[in-house]
């Protein structure tokens, strides 16, 4: 077994497609969840073209390629997942059966630790290093999508028959709904990025797309498209304006959701969960198997989900002082924000105060 390192400019044609091949064939050799997009090549070339210090190590057994692992470093030898904070899954995508040591990992692509906060279920080897594991809620609609509100209708029947109540009245009062699947007007998707930064002020959370590199990831994903990726944006009109969008991701069997958002002016109408069972219909007609909502405690998301996966977060590490002084400094932090979002009577009162705060801000 012999590792290489490359940059993301380095990495050869074939090697993108014998990775692209391994997340395609995930579902059929048992690891659905490598399917995911963030786990793909596009993804981490992407943000390669964005951020600095984005390499690949491609772990090879007689010259052929049967693991790939994206990570960023620092030149320390500080190492996160690609995309921390804007990337909802991550580690390695390898061929089935395929194992490997984490040490030897980290030693062979120069880092001293290496930091997830998504890491998706079933890698061992970086799994011992894992410091909490929490749901990510999806939306199987591998059935059908008939099949999918059917469940929905079974277990919650009043929040279906309210929502699709509403879409009813939305037409009513403002005119012809229409759902585009995927809008290619770029216009949509900066009037989507306002409205998202918007929500973050108001909500007193740190506006993502007030940082230039996450802005231009998101309009470079958005214009990359293959069978088997691409940057999906969705869009609920009514009488011709937009009053909900949605920006994700897509591989060949998954619908990764990202950046939801809707404009307020039309609240009472709910326009954000309508514009999720018309992105599970429409993802359904497409052969996506479910949408992953993504890791966080959201009460649309428990009301769409059929089920859950789970990720984690935490650090592997090497004997190194960097390693320690790195955890150091991180775990305290991770600690109190987990604490606050586990306990509903730490979460609301700080959820308040945000969004008192984000109120605050926005009058100045």
């Not at 057994?61 to 693991?67: K, S």
């Not at 009488?239 to 939801?260: E, I, M, T």
């Not at 935490?314 to 306990?343: D, E």
Request: with cysteine; hydrophobic share 40%; proline share 5%.
């Amino acid at each position: 077994m012999g590792i290489s390192v490359y940059r993301p400019g380095e990495l050869t044609a074939a090697d993108r497609a014998a990775w692209t091949a391994l997340q395609s064939k995930a579902h059929l050799n048992g690891s659905p969840e490598l399917a995911n997009p963030f786990l793909s090549p596009e993804f981490a070339l992407a943000v390669g073209r964005c951020r600095r210090g984005v390499r690949i190590a491609v772990v090879r057994e007689n010259g052929e390629g049967v693991a790939y692992f994206p990570f960023q470093r620092t030149g320390t030898g500080i190492g996160r997942a690609v995309g921390i904070g804007v990337s909802d899954c991550q580690g390695v995508v390898h061929r089935p059966g395929f194992t490997w040591d984490a040490h030897e990992l980290l030693r062979a692509c120069g880092l001293a630790v290496w930091e997830f906060d998504h890491l998706v279920e079933g890698q061992a080897p970086f799994e011992a290093g894992a410091s909490g594991t929490f749901p990510s809620p999806v939306m199987d609609v591998d059935q059908g999508y008939e099949t999918y509100l059917g469940q929905l209708r079974e277990r919650s029947p009043k929040f279906t028959r309210t929502t699709l109540a509403k879409e009813r009245k939305l037409g009513r009062d403002a005119g012809e709904v229409r759902y585009v699947h995927d809008e290619r007007d770029p216009e949509a998707l900066r009037t989507l990025m306002e409205w998202k930064s918007a929500q973050y002020r108001r909500t007193g959370r740190s506006d993502r797309f007030a940082h230039p590199w996450i802005t231009h990831l998101v309009q470079q994903l958005f214009h990359t498209r293959s069978e088997q990726f691409a940057g999906i944006l969705s869009v609920l009109y009514a009488d011709g304006k937009p009053v909900a969008g949605h920006f994700g991701l897509r591989s060949g069997r998954v619908l990764a959701c990202w950046f939801p958002a809707y404009d307020p002016a039309f609240s009472k109408y709910s326009p954000g969960l309508i514009l999720h069972l018309r992105m599970a219909e429409a993802a359904a007609a497409d052969g996506i198997a479910y949408l992953d909502l993504g890791r966080g405690q959201k009460e649309y998301k428990d009301s769409l989900k059929t089920r859950e996966l789970a990720v984690s977060e935490g650090w592997v590490t090497r004997r190194h002082p960097i390693a320690i002084g790195h955890r150091a400094r991180r775990a305290p932090v991770r600690a109190l924000r987990n604490a606050v979002l586990a306990r509903p009577e730490l979460f609301e009162p700080a959820d308040r105060i945000l969004k008192r705060m984000g109120k605050i801000r926005s009058r100045h």
